[in-house]
C-alpha cells in the first residue's frame, strides 16, 4: 500500500499568517527593539566587552614596550620568554623563519622604512602544506613566530552598540518564531511543520478516526477546510474558528453554547437510534458527528467529550448501514432533498459534486473509507477507548502535503 499524501493547506503546515499589515507590525517592532538595545543596553555591556576582547599587555599581538627584548637570532627566540623585531622573516642573523603578524599593532620608528614588530613568543608548529613549498628557503619551519596572539580586532562602543541591538532582535526574532509555532501547534491553529503526526487534531483512536470518516465528504467540499483525517475537518485558524462558530453554528444552526449544540446532537440521533430504517439518516448522522468535531474547534466540548459523543451517534450510524457506500447514499439523497426544500435549482448538481468526492476518497486506498466498516466504537467512562488499530495504520501512510 502506497503512502499517499493528504492535502492540507501551506499556511497551516508552517503556521506562518501571509497578511501584509501583520507582517508589516513586526518591521517597526523589531528596529524598535534594535534601537532599545542599542542605546540602553549597549553601553554597559560595552565594558565588558571591552576587558574581554584586550588583550593582556605584554601577551602575543599586543604593542610592544620598550620592555620588550628585541630578537637577533633564533637562539635568542628560543631563550626569551616574549620579544619583539624591527624586521618581517629574515632576522639580523641571517636566518628566516615564519611569522604570523599582527599588522594592527606594529609601530614605527624614528628609522624610514624601520618598524617595530608586536610582541612574538617563539612557537612549535606542524607546517602547513603552503608553507613547506619554501621550506629550501627557510633556517626551519618547525617553529614559527607567533606575534598575533589570541588578538581580536575591538569594536568602537558605537558599532558594538548596533550590533548587539541587532544580534539581540534577530535571536528573539527566533525565539518568538519557535514559541509561536509551539503555542499554535498545541493550540489547534495550525500543523507541526516537521512532525505531522503529532498534530493535536489527529485521531487518537480508533473512534476518532472512524467518526472522522463519516463527515469525510463535507470536510472535503469546502476550500477554506482541509479534509480527513483532521477530526474538525480544518485547523483552529481565527478565520475557521470564527466562521464556525458565527455562521456555521449560531446561524445555521442557532448553536451557542455547549448545552445547545448537545441537544441539537442528540435530536438528530434519536430521531433514527433503534429504527431500521429512517429517511434520509446518512444525512442526519452525518451531521451529527460534523457538528461534534466543530463543537470541539470551538470549545464548546473537550476531547473526552467529544468521544463519548461520537460513540453514542457512531454506533447508531453502523446500527442504520451495513457499508461505507449506504452510509454515503442515505447522506448524499439527504443533502439534495434539503438543497431542493431549500429551493435551490442546481440540487441535482451540487449533489453530483459531493458524489464525485466521495468517489474519489472511496478510491483512495489509504483514505477515510479504507477504514473497516465494523471497528469497534466501545467508549468507556473513564476510560475512553484504547483501541488504535486502525489509526496507527491511518497515520503510518499520512503525509502533510506541503505542495
Same mark, same amino acid.
Given at each position: 500500500?502506497?503512502?499517499?499524501?493528504?492535502?492540507?493547506?501551506?499556511?497551516?503546515?508552517?503556521?506562518?499568517?501571509?497578511?501584509?499589515?501583520?507582517?508589516?507590525?513586526?518591521?517597526?517592532?523589531?528596529?524598535?527593539? &534594535?534601537?532599545?538595545?542599542?542605546?540602553?543596553?549597549?553601553?554597559?555591556?560595552?565594558?565588558?566587552?571591552?576587558?574581554?576582547?584586550?588583550?593582556?599587555?605584554?601577551?602575543?599581538?599586543?604593542?610592544?614596550?620598550?620592555?620588550?627584548?628585541?630578537?637577533?637570532?633564533?637562539?635568542?627566540?628560543?631563550?626569551?620568554?616574549?620579544?619583539?623585531?624591527?624586521?618581517?622573516?629574515?632576522?639580523?642573523?641571517?636566518?628566516?623563519?615564519?611569522?604570523?603578524?599582527?599588522?594592527?599593532?606594529?609601530?614605527?620608528?624614528?628609522?624610514?622604512?624601520?618598524?617595530?614588530?608586536?610582541?612574538?613568543?617563539?612557537?612549535?608548529?606542524?607546517?602547513?602544506?603552503?608553507?613547506?613549498?619554501?621550506?629550501?628557503?627557510? =633556517?626551519?619551519?618547525?617553529?614559527?613566530?607567533?606575534?598575533?596572539?589570541?588578538?581580536?580586532?575591538?569594536?568602537?562602543?558605537?558599532?558594538?552598540?548596533?550590533?548587539?541591538?541587532?544580534?539581540?532582535?534577530?535571536?528573539?526574532?527566533?525565539?518568538?518564531?519557535?514559541?509561536?509555532?509551539?503555542?499554535?501547534?498545541?493550540?489547534?491553529?495550525?500543523?507541526?511543520?516537521?512532525?505531522?503526526?503529532?498534530?493535536?487534531?489527529?485521531?487518537?483512536?480508533?473512534?476518532?478516526?472512524?467518526?472522522? &470518516?463519516?463527515?469525510?465528504?463535507?470536510?472535503?467540499?469546502?476550500?477554506?477546510?482541509?479534509?480527513?483525517?483532521?477530526?474538525?475537518?480544518?485547523?483552529?485558524?481565527?478565520?475557521?474558528?470564527?466562521?464556525?462558530?458565527?455562521?456555521?453554528?449560531?446561524?445555521?444552526?442557532?448553536?451557542?453554547?455547549?448545552?445547545?449544540?448537545?441537544?441539537?446532537?442528540?435530536?438528530? =440521533?434519536?430521531?433514527?437510534?433503534?429504527?431500521? =430504517? =429512517?429517511?434520509?439518516?446518512?444525512?442526519?448522522?452525518?451531521?451529527?458527528?460534523?457538528?461534534?468535531?466543530?463543537?470541539?474547534?470551538?470549545?464548546?466540548?473537550?476531547?473526552?467529550?467529544?468521544?463519548?459523543?461520537?460513540?453514542?451517534?457512531?454506533?447508531?450510524?453502523?446500527?442504520?448501514?451495513? &457499508?461505507?457506500?449506504?452510509?454515503?447514499?442515505?447522506?448524499?439523497?439527504?443533502?439534495?432533498?434539503?438543497?431542493?426544500?431549500?429551493?435551490?435549482?442546481?440540487?441535482?448538481?451540487?449533489?453530483?459534486?459531493?458524489?464525485?468526492?466521495?468517489?474519489?476518497?472511496?478510491?483512495?486506498?489509504?483514505?477515510?473509507?479504507?477504514?473497516?466498516?465494523?471497528?469497534?466504537?466501545?467508549?468507556?467512562?473513564?476510560?475512553?477507548?484504547?483501541?488504535?488499530?486502525?489509526?496507527?495504520?491511518?497515520?503510518?501512510?499520512?503525509?502533510?502535503?506541503?505542495?
Amino acid at each position: 500500500m502506497s503512502a499517499t499524501q493528504y492535502k492540507l493547506s501551506n499556511k497551516n503546515i508552517y503556521g506562518f499568517n501571509t497578511n501584509m499589515y501583520q507582517m508589516l507590525l513586526w518591521l517597526p517592532a523589531l528596529i524598535a527593539l &534594535s534601537l532599545s538595545v542599542e542605546f540602553l543596553l549597549g553601553p554597559l555591556f560595552y565594558k565588558i566587552y571591552q576587558k574581554n576582547v584586550t588583550l593582556e599587555e605584554g601577551a602575543a599581538g599586543t604593542e610592544a614596550g620598550a620592555e620588550v627584548s628585541l630578537a637577533q637570532s633564533i637562539a635568542d627566540m628560543e631563550n626569551l620568554d616574549t620579544f619583539t623585531l624591527y624586521h618581517y622573516i629574515q632576522l639580523p642573523s641571517g636566518e628566516k623563519v615564519i611569522a604570523h603578524i599582527n599588522k594592527k599593532a606594529i609601530q614605527e620608528t624614528d628609522t624610514p622604512g624601520e618598524y617595530r614588530m608586536p610582541t612574538g613568543v617563539w612557537k612549535e608548529w606542524t607546517p602547513p602544506d603552503e608553507v613547506m613549498v619554501f621550506e629550501d628557503n627557510m =633556517t626551519l619551519t618547525d617553529h614559527y613566530i607567533d606575534m598575533y596572539g589570541d588578538y581580536v580586532p575591538v569594536l568602537e562602543e558605537s558599532d558594538y552598540g548596533r550590533l548587539l541591538g541587532r544580534s539581540a532582535s534577530a535571536w528573539i526574532y527566533v525565539v518568538f518564531v519557535l514559541l509561536y509555532r509551539v503555542i499554535g501547534v498545541r493550540s489547534r491553529r495550525f500543523a507541526p511543520a516537521l512532525f505531522w503526526k503529532r498534530d493535536p487534531l489527529l485521531p487518537r483512536n480508533d473512534l476518532e478516526c472512524w467518526c472522522a &470518516s463519516t463527515f469525510a465528504i463535507w470536510a472535503h467540499s469546502f476550500s477554506m477546510l482541509e479534509g480527513w483525517p483532521l477530526i474538525t475537518g480544518v485547523h483552529g485558524k481565527r478565520k475557521a474558528v470564527s466562521n464556525f462558530r458565527k455562521v456555521a453554528l449560531g446561524e445555521q444552526w442557532d448553536i451557542r453554547n455547549r448545552q445547545d449544540g448537545l441537544q441539537t446532537v442528540h435530536e438528530l =440521533t434519536e430521531r433514527h437510534a433503534g429504527q431500521l =430504517t =429512517t429517511m434520509y439518516a446518512g444525512w442526519d448522522l452525518c451531521r451529527a458527528t460534523q457538528l461534534l468535531g466543530m463543537m470541539y474547534l470551538v470549545k464548546m466540548i473537550d476531547r473526552e467529550e467529544l468521544d463519548q459523543e461520537f460513540s453514542r451517534v457512531g454506533r447508531v450510524i453502523q446500527q442504520q448501514f451495513h &457499508s461505507w457506500d449506504e452510509m454515503a447514499e442515505s447522506y448524499l439523497d439527504g443533502y439534495e432533498a434539503w438543497r431542493r426544500q431549500s429551493g435551490d435549482p442546481d440540487a441535482a448538481l451540487r449533489t453530483e459534486q459531493r458524489r464525485a468526492i466521495f468517489m474519489q476518497l472511496k478510491a483512495n486506498p489509504d483514505g477515510p473509507y479504507s477504514v473497516p466498516w465494523r471497528t469497534d466504537l466501545t467508549w468507556t467512562q473513564g476510560k475512553g477507548t484504547e483501541n488504535r488499530a486502525v489509526v496507527k495504520k491511518v497515520l503510518t501512510h499520512y503525509r502533510a502535503s506541503q505542495t
